[in-house]
């Protein structure tokens, strides 16, 4: 929806327009804090693993956390329920992926939408969305490797109206939580979620009463307009007029198909009206898996994700739908991985969204460059089992733990070892070992995990598990083994995650790395080992002092110093004599490297 007409005069003076940035941005921030201090479930109180936004009164976000898979989420719920007949009071829920075309892209995501008013005018609205831990299907956890259709993924909410002027649906919640395997959990993560959109309404209220619902429209609509305007600027700055196009494959599917291309197009062109117009098309990339790697791409994802690339964590500028906004047409094909058919499987969906952010900055790389190398995809494995046998009340357990990976080099400072998604976190040593029955043995970074290059790759981590329990059901899920992030500019691909069973003794077993039901039982010894990210510019134009900082940290072997950086690094110091000698012979390379260095990545 564009912002005010530009012959209308703007209501709210540039002073206030900063004071009500601060006040909406302060207001999301305390409804993921109140989020965060309340939750049940580890997934969201310890992962982190929720998000809050604010929209104005047309229902486009106004701001949002720094996110970029969030789609048009408001729409859903006007569809069944317009923005006319709300009430003060109303609160609206759902998780319905293919009901909001990919707003929704898993059905463990919850998004709760309350309308805010003020004199009985509808000024706003604000959410909260978190990832439940389990909502019933196939197995505890609800999302797994095993799953070939939506339905085995848990129960599925259409956009509801769970208080509908301030009077609770109790009846609909409790269809919910008796879907779940661990209700208490769900009950109080919904409580969680609830309070603070309530938060929410109440302040945005309070800052809609303080400047006028007049000024506040205006403040939200000049914000999107600056957002939009900067990245239609940086999106001509990096595309000349013409046709840029970039693939990347995730491995498998988990049932043994694949691999499956991500093929992505950017079009700069002049409009009939002389104005530059952005085509993004993804209609090449193959079609729908039959296991849950699909991802609903909603149409505002690819300017979501390509505006919070440009913003750069710019202070001045409030993430928000001027960057959905600044793409003038997104091209989907029905049946393809990126636009699945209902009712196919979701719960993979974050190992194709990761690579999908690998395609978009190979297209920005395309073009005049500047993105990252590209990433692994965060690593998620659940271990679903009980424990206590010898009190003779053994009693369930599920622990969803995802694992963070290395990020890919940029053009002026390394990737970001060790990091799991955004703002998202790794469990703490001391919390997986307090409220779950496993001891965790070692925990730290990959040594040559990351892309070797004049910038390296960040690295991934290794995290091996004792297990207490008496016995459990693993699930995995590791992409990027046979295609590893890719290294650009010269620079390296990365190494990729491995998963192995007691490693190093007759009973050492590999698990495939995306898979469900392996068989763990007490004493086992799980080593799960993630992928790091791809390396930038010639290995060897790496500073030979840099390489050793990265030996004697632990980031790089002393042989991949030599064989990759040609650095040679004896009894921990460097030889200035044999490293001149390797570098003088300096290999060739081309822009990618996947294994091999090539002209282009197919």
Same mark, same amino acid.
């Given at each position: 929806?564009?912002?005010?007409?530009?012959?209308?005069?703007?209501?709210?003076?540039?002073?206030?327009?900063?004071?009500?940035?601060?006040?909406?941005?302060?207001?999301?921030?305390?409804?993921?804090?109140?989020?965060?201090?309340?939750?049940?479930?580890?997934?969201?109180?310890?992962?982190?693993?929720?998000?809050?936004?604010?929209?104005?009164?047309?229902?486009?976000?106004?701001?949002?956390?720094?996110?970029?898979?969030?789609?048009?989420?408001?729409?859903?719920?006007?569809?069944?329920?317009?923005?006319?007949?709300?009430?003060?009071?109303?609160?609206?829920?759902?998780?319905?992926?293919?009901?909001?075309?990919?707003?929704?892209?898993?059905?463990?995501?919850?998004?709760?939408?309350?309308?805010?008013?003020?004199?009985?005018?509808?000024?706003?609205?604000?959410?909260?969305?978190?990832?439940?831990?389990?909502?019933?299907?196939?197995?505890?956890?609800?999302?797994?490797?095993?799953?070939?259709?939506?339905?085995?993924?848990?129960?599925?909410?259409?956009?509801?109206?769970?208080?509908?002027?301030?009077?609770?649906?109790?009846?609909?919640?409790?269809?919910?939580?008796?879907?779940?395997?661990?209700?208490?959990?769900?009950?109080?993560?919904?409580?969680?979620?609830?309070?603070?959109?309530?938060?929410?309404?109440?302040?945005?209220?309070?800052?809609?009463?303080?400047?006028?619902?007049?000024?506040?429209?205006?403040?939200?609509?000049?914000?999107?307009?600056?957002?939009?305007?900067?990245?239609?600027?940086?999106?001509?700055?990096?595309?000349?007029?013409?046709?840029?196009?970039?693939?990347?494959?995730?491995?498998?599917?988990?049932?043994?198909?694949?691999?499956?291309?991500?093929?992505?197009?950017?079009?700069?062109?002049?409009?009939?009206?002389?104005?530059?117009?952005?085509?993004?098309?993804?209609?090449?990339?193959?079609?729908?898996?039959?296991?849950?790697?699909?991802?609903?791409?909603?149409?505002?994802?690819?300017?979501?994700?390509?505006?919070?690339?440009?913003?750069?964590?710019?202070?001045?500028?409030?993430?928000?739908?001027?960057?959905?906004?600044?793409?003038?047409?997104?091209?989907?094909?029905?049946?393809?991985?990126?636009?699945?058919?209902?009712?196919?499987?979701?719960?993979?969906?974050?190992?194709?969204?990761?690579?999908?952010?690998?395609?978009?900055?190979?297209?920005?790389?395309?073009?005049?460059?500047?993105?990252?190398?590209?990433?692994?995809?965060?690593?998620?494995?659940?271990?679903?089992?009980?424990?206590?046998?010898?009190?003779?009340?053994?009693?369930?357990?599920?622990?969803?733990?995802?694992?963070?990976?290395?990020?890919?080099?940029?053009?002026?400072?390394?990737?970001?070892?060790?990091?799991?998604?955004?703002?998202?976190?790794?469990?703490?040593?001391?919390?997986?070992?307090?409220?779950?029955?496993?001891?965790?043995?070692?925990?730290?970074?990959?040594?040559?995990?990351? !892309? +070797?290059?004049?910038?390296?790759? =960040?690295?991934? @981590? $290794?995290?091996?598990?004792?297990? #207490?329990?008496?016995? /459990?059901? *693993?699930?995995?899920?590791?992409?990027?083994?046979?295609?590893?992030?890719?290294?650009?500019?010269?620079?390296?691909?990365?190494?990729?995650?491995?998963?192995?069973?007691?490693?190093?003794?007759?009973?050492?077993?590999?698990?495939?790395?995306?898979?469900?039901?392996?068989?763990?039982?007490?004493?086992?010894?799980?080593?799960?080992?993630?992928?790091?990210?791809?390396?930038?510019?010639?290995?060897?134009?790496?500073?030979?002092?840099?390489?050793?900082?990265?030996?004697?940290?632990?980031?790089?072997?002393? !042989? +991949?110093?030599?064989?990759?950086? =040609?650095?040679? @690094? $004896?009894?921990?110091?460097?030889? #200035?004599?044999?490293? /001149?000698? *390797?570098?003088?012979?300096?290999?060739?390379?081309?822009?990618?490297?996947?294994?091999?260095?090539?002209?282009?990545?197919?």
């Amino acid at each position: 929806m564009p912002a005010s007409p530009p012959d209308v005069a703007p209501i709210c003076d540039p002073v206030t327009l900063e004071i009500i940035r601060g006040a909406i941005m302060a207001t999301q921030r305390e409804m993921e804090a109140l989020i965060e201090r309340t939750a049940i479930s580890a997934f969201i109180r310890e992962k982190k693993d929720f998000y809050t936004a604010l929209f104005d009164e047309r229902g486009v976000m106004a701001v949002g956390s720094m996110v970029p898979i969030f789609g048009d989420l408001t729409t859903p719920v006007f569809e069944h329920f317009p923005r006319e007949t709300m009430k003060p009071g109303d609160l609206y829920w759902y998780n319905d992926c293919y009901g909001s075309k990919g707003a929704v892209t898993h059905s463990n995501d919850q998004v709760l939408l309350a309308p805010v008013f003020h004199e009985g005018r509808l000024c706003a609205f604000v959410m909260s969305w978190a990832h439940f831990a389990d909502i019933g299907g196939l197995h505890p956890g609800s999302i797994s490797p095993d799953a070939t259709s939506i339905y085995q993924e848990g129960i599925i909410v259409p956009p509801t109206k769970m208080i509908d002027a301030g009077v609770v649906n109790e009846g609909a919640l409790a269809i919910f939580h008796r879907n779940s395997r661990f209700p208490a959990q769900s009950e109080g993560d919904m409580s969680a979620l609830v309070a603070a959109v309530k938060l929410g309404v109440t302040r945005v209220a309070e800052i809609v009463a303080r400047h006028s619902p007049d000024v506040v429209s205006d403040a939200l609509a000049q914000l999107l307009d600056r957002t939009r305007t900067l990245v239609r600027k940086r999106l001509a700055e990096n595309f000349d007029y013409g046709t840029y196009k970039f693939a990347d494959q995730i491995d498998s599917d988990g049932h043994g198909n694949g691999p499956f291309t991500l093929r992505f197009a950017i079009t700069r062109e002049k409009g009939a009206d002389g104005e530059d117009r952005f085509i993004f098309d993804a209609t090449e990339s193959d079609d729908q898996a039959p296991g849950p790697v699909n991802f609903i791409m909603n149409k505002g994802v690819p300017g979501m994700a390509l505006g919070l690339y440009y913003l750069g964590g710019d202070p001045s500028q409030v993430v928000n739908a001027g960057g959905p906004l600044s793409i003038d047409e997104v091209r989907l094909r029905e049946g393809s991985i990126v636009q699945p058919r209902f009712p196919a499987p979701l719960g993979m969906r974050g190992l194709t969204m990761m690579r999908m952010l690998a395609v978009l900055n190979g297209l920005v790389n395309r073009g005049k460059g500047g993105a990252p190398a590209a990433q692994s995809a965060y690593v998620v494995t659940i271990m679903r089992g009980t424990f206590g046998k010898e009190t003779g009340e053994p009693k369930p357990f599920l622990l969803a733990d995802g694992i963070g990976v290395g990020y890919g080099a940029r053009d002026f400072a390394d990737g970001i070892d060790a990091v799991y998604f955004v703002a998202q976190e790794n469990y703490p040593v001391e919390f997986l070992e307090t409220g779950y029955p496993i001891r965790l043995r070692q925990y730290g970074v990959v040594p040559d995990s990351g !892309g +070797a290059g004049r910038y390296r790759g =960040g690295t991934g @981590i $290794v995290r091996e598990y004792e297990i #207490l329990a008496d016995e /459990a059901l *693993l699930a995995i899920r590791i992409d990027g083994v046979k295609n590893p992030p890719w290294g650009y500019a010269g620079g390296m691909s990365a190494g990729g995650g491995s998963i192995v069973v007691n490693p190093g003794t007759p009973q050492e077993r590999k698990i495939a790395p995306l898979s469900d039901g392996t068989e763990l039982k007490k004493g086992d010894i799980l080593r799960i080992q993630t992928g790091g990210g791809g390396g930038m510019g010639h290995p060897y134009d790496r500073p030979a002092e840099r390489v050793l900082e990265d030996v004697l940290g632990g980031f790089v072997t002393a !042989g +991949a110093a030599q064989r990759l950086y =040609g650095v040679a @690094i $004896v009894d921990g110091a460097l030889d #200035l004599e044999a490293t /001149a000698r *390797l570098r003088a012979d300096r290999p060739a390379v081309k822009a990618f490297h996947r294994n091999t260095y090539i002209d282009e990545l197919a």
